[in-house]
C-alpha cells in the first residue's frame, strides 16, 4: 500500500460539481489500495476576492489579520472536501495547516515552512481516514499566530506534506494537463512534457511559468519527492518531475533527454536604468545595496561599456513591476552621493527564456533562438544567460510572437491541438 499527497488547485475545487469530482477522484485512489492525504486551495478565485475585500476596508492591511482573513478561503474548500468524501461513504477528515503541524516563520503573508510535525495527519490516515488539509497556510513558530505561504503555496504545502509523511508521490491536480513547452493560454500548439528534471523546472518556474511554484520545486529537489502534474479534469497522465526520468512499463527504455524542455515567458517585470554612472569602484555596490536596503529582489543586471570620452556608464536592471516605486524612491535618495546623471524606468517590457539542459552540450543553440527572433522582427534589450537557459528582454507588445516564433524553431509545436485549458484564468 502506497502513501498519496495530492493537491487539488483553486479551479478544480472551483465550485460544489468540481469538489464532487474531486471526492470521486480521491475515492478511486483510496479504492486502488492508497493511503490518501489531499492537500486543498481554496475555491475559484476566493483568494482574489477576499484581498479585494481587505483592500475595501483597509489600504494596507494588517499581515496578521490578512492572514487570518486568507486562510479561511482554504478551510472552506477542505470542510466541503471532507463532506463530499463522507458522502460517498468513505471516512475523511479535514485540518487546518496548523493542525497538520505545518510550522512555519512569523512572516505575515510570506511565511516559509520551517518543520512540518504530521502526527495527526498519520494517525488519521492509518485510522482509514482520508486526510484533508487546508493548503497554504502554517503557524509560526515564535509567535503562534496563523501564517500563510504567498501566493500559490497549496504547492508548497503538498510537498512538505508529502516528504514528512515520505510519500511515494505528490500529485498537483490543475487545469491543465501538465508541464507543457510553453504556457498553453499563449502557445495553442504548446506540447505536454512526459518528463522533465528538477534542474529545468526551477528555470521555467524562475522564468515566468506559473504550473508550479519555485518554491515547490526547491522543495521537492530538496528532499527527492517526484511531482506528477495533472488534470482534476482529464486524469491523463501528466507530467512527471523528478531528478531521473521514470523507467517505462514496457521495457527498461528511460525517456529521452530533451535538449531543449521549454520557453518560459514573463510580463511581470520593469527595467530600471540608471543613465550616466560614473566608471569607478564602488559606483554598482553603493546602488545595489540600496535596493537590498529596500528589500527589493532583482532579476537580470546589465553594466554598459563605459563611453570613452565621458567615462560614464548606465547601469540596467529588472526587478517585478510591483516593486518599481520602491527601487526608484531609494535610488533617488542617493543620486547625490552616487553621482548618477538620471534614471529611466520602463515597465513595458517581457521577458522570453529558453530552458534546457541540453544546451550545454549543442552549440548553435544561442545563435538559433536570436534568429528566430529577428526572423518574427522582435529587438532585443537585454540578454542573460545560465548554463541551461538564454533569456531576453523585449518590448511587452513582442512577447507572444518572440514566444511562438522561438517555439516553432525548436520544434516544439505539437502537431494536434492539445493543449487544453479546462478552468481557471491561470491568475
Ligand atoms: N489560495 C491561495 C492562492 O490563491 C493558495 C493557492 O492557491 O495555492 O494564492
Ligand atoms: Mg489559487
Redesign the pocket.
Known amino acids: 500500500m502506497g502513501l498519496v499527497v495530492q493537491k487539488y488547485?483553486?479551479s478544480s475545487v472551483a465550485d460544489a460539481e468540481g469538489i464532487k469530482r474531486v471526492a470521486k477522484r480521491i475515492v478511486e485512489a483510496k479504492k486502488n489500495g492508497n493511503q490518501v492525504v489531499a492537500v486543498v486551495?481554496?475555491m475559484g478565485?476566493?483568494?482574489?476576492e477576499l484581498i479585494d475585500l481587505a483592500e475595501q476596508v483597509s489600504p494596507i492591511p494588517a499581515g496578521r489579520e490578512l492572514d487570518m482573513l486568507?486562510t479561511a478561503?482554504?478551510r472552506i474548500s477542505m470542510a466541503l472536501l471532507a463532506m463530499a468524501i463522507k458522502n460517498l461513504g468513505h471516512e475523511a477528515q479535514s485540518f487546518t495547516g496548523s493542525q497538520a503541524g505545518v510550522i512555519t516563520d512569523s512572516v505575515h503573508n510570506k511565511a516559509r515552512i520551517i518543520d512540518v510535525t504530521p502526527g495527526r495527519i498519520r494517525t488519521s490516515v492509518d485510522e482509514g481516514n482520508v486526510a484533508i488539509v487546508a493548503?497554504?497556510q502554517g503557524v509560526s513558530q515564535d509567535s503562534k499566530d496563523i501564517t500563510?505561504?504567498?501566493?500559490?503555496?497549496?504547492?508548497t504545502t503538498a510537498v512538505a506534506l508529502a516528504a514528512a509523511l515520505d510519500a511515494d508521490v505528490c500529485e498537483i491536480y490543475t487545469d491543465v494537463d501538465g508541464v507543457f513547452t510553453a504556457d498553453p493560454r499563449v502557445v495553442k500548439k504548446a506540447r505536454k512534457i512526459d518528463w522533465i528534471s528538477f534542474e529545468d523546472m526551477l528555470e521555467l518556474a524562475a522564468n515566468g511559468s506559473k504550473v508550479l511554484l519555485h518554491r515547490c520545486v526547491e522543495y521537492a529537489r530538496r528532499y527527492n519527492i517526484p511531482i506528477h502534474v495533472r488534470s482534476s479534469f482529464s486524469g491523463l497522465q501528466g507530467t512527471w518531475v523528478s531528478n531521473e526520468p521514470p523507467v517505462s512499463k514496457q521495457g527498461d527504455q528511460q525517456v529521452e533527454h530533451a535538449i531543449i524542455s521549454g520557453v518560459a515567458h514573463d510580463v511581470s517585470e520593469a527595467k530600471v536604468t540608471v543613465v550616466g554612472v560614473p566608471d569607478k569602484p564602488g559606483e554598482a555596490a553603493a546602488i545595489f545595496r540600496a535596493i537590498a536596503d529596500a528589500e527589493i529582489n532583482i532579476d537580470m543586471v546589465v553594466q554598459n561599456v563605459s563611453a570613452a570620452a565621458t567615462s560614464l556608464t548606465d547601469i540596467s536592471f529588472t526587478l517585478p513591476k510591483a516593486e518599481g516605486r520602491k527601487a526608484t524612491t531609494a535610488l533617488e535618495k542617493i543620486k547625490a552621493s552616487v553621482g548618477y546623471e538620471s534614471l529611466r524606468y520602463d515597465d513595458q517590457i517581457g521577458k522570453i527564456s529558453l530552458v534546457g539542459a541540453g544546451m550545454k552540450s549543442n552549440p548553435g543553440v544561442t545563435a538559433q533562438f536570436f534568429e528566430a527572433l529577428s526572423d518574427a522582427g522582435v529587438n532585443i534589450e537585454l540578454i542573460s544567460t545560465s548554463e541551461i537557459r538564454i533569456s531576453v528582454i523585449t518590448r511587452e507588445d513582442d512577447v507572444v510572437a518572440g514566444l511562438r516564433a522561438v517555439h516553432t524553431s525548436f520544434g516544439l509545436d505539437s502537431e494536434s491541438d492539445e493543449a487544453v485549458v479546462y478552468g481557471g484564468t491561470g491568475r
Not at 45 to 48: A, E, F, L, M, Q
Not at 148 to 155: E, I, K, N, V
Open positions: 488547485g483553486g486551495s481554496a478565485d476566493s483568494t482574489d486568507l478561503g482554504e493548503g497554504f500563510t505561504l504567498g501566493r500559490g503555496g497549496s504547492d
